[in-house]
């Protein structure tokens, strides 16, 4: 049987959104509390991409597992491509909006680092998002099947067709 590894990553996606999520919730309470105003919409984009993450890993890990009968349509396959890759696109605009913001800055002490922290955190979760985004294009124009890796079961293989040629 071959290891599904896309179920890690979707374990590191979540550890990282949670993480991220959990600093720029630190970022913006200090900045409201210190600057005594919002905190900029750099640092609630932060917020927001963690927390659409952990609401957009539930169909991508519970549909390829327990409701893959949805896959054999195509609009569900595309349908779970556009929500991955709308994802990692979130994860991109936040890491490199935060990065320009901070670029501009004079910035010191522990919620700098907490703010920077969180910058390359999110940059490596843009790079999960990215792995997993490209290798679910390249397997949709390839033949369609979003398995990520796992063998058919022996059902499967035997319900397909065998295609006889001649001379073979």
Not at 11 to 40: D, E, F, K, N
Not at 121 to 127: F, Y
Not at 128 to 144: E, S
Request: charged share 10%; aromatic share 12%; proline share 3%.
């Amino acid at each position: 049987m071959a290891i599904n590894w896309v179920l890690p990553v979707r374990g590191l996606q979540a550890v990282l959104a949670i993480t991220v999520l959990g600093l720029m919730a630190y970022v913006s309470s200090w900045w409201s509390s210190h600057w005594r105003q919002s905190s900029p919409s750099e640092v609630n984009f932060l917020i927001f991409a963690p927390s659409w993450t952990i609401l957009a890993l539930a169909p991508l890990i519970a549909i390829p597992l327990r409701f893959s009968h949805l896959l054999s349509s195509s609009l569900a396959k595309w349908g779970l491509l556009a929500l991955e890759g709308l994802t990692m696109l979130y994860w991109f605009g936040g890491f490199i909006a935060l990065a320009v913001f901070l670029s501009d800055r004079i910035c010191f002490g522990t919620v700098c680092d907490v703010a920077r922290a969180s910058t390359a955190l999110s940059a490596l979760n843009w790079v999960a998002w990215a792995v997993t985004f490209v290798v679910g294009v390249v397997q949709m124009f390839k033949g369609g099947d979003m398995s990520f890796g796992r063998k058919k079961s022996g059902a499967d293989v035997s319900a397909g067709k065998v295609e006889m040629h001649q001379g073979v």
